[in-house]
Nanobody, 122 residues
Framework: QVQLVESGGGLVQPGGSLRLSCAAS????????MGWYRQAPGKQRELVAT???????NYADSVKGRFTISRDNAKNMVDLRMNSLKPEDTAVYFC????????????????WGQGTQVTVSS
């Protein structure tokens, strides 16, 4: 059993900042890629940022220069620091991780958090 739990969402004014955190727990034997995705009302889920186990990052063009993804491998956690927030950033943000959940298999499978709401509004 593997669970990912996000925290840190909330209401913030345009130009403000928020930090999202995601902790993976349960039967974990390894965590590979991790990332953040978001889904705004009436729109498809989109990639926000990803980070490999080695620390390589990838960002959506819309958030480059404003968001920073980081991870703590020892704690199986991934953070998303969001600065200069815009109303267009309003969405439910989901944590994602590729997790090895069985000792008898090398396979990594994707897991998702329940999502946390981020609202950017005056």
């Amino acid at each position: 059993q593997v669970q990912l739990v996000e925290s840190g969402g909330g209401l913030v004014q345009p130009g403000g900042s928020l930090r999202l955190s995601c902790a993976a727990s349960g039967t974990i034997f390894g965590v590979n890629n991790m990332g953040w995705y978001r889904q705004a009302p009436g729109k498809q889920r989109e990639l926000v940022a990803t980070i490999t186990s080695g620390g390589s990052t990838n960002y959506a063009d819309s958030v480059k220069g404003r968001f920073t993804i980081s991870r703590d491998n020892a704690k199986n956690m991934v953070d998303l620091r969001m600065n200069s927030l815009k109303p267009e950033d309003t969405a439910v943000y989901f944590c994602n991780a590729d997790v090895r959940a069985a000792i008898h298999s090398w396979r990594y499978s994707p897991y998702w958090g329940q999502g946390t709401q981020v609202t950017v509004s005056s």
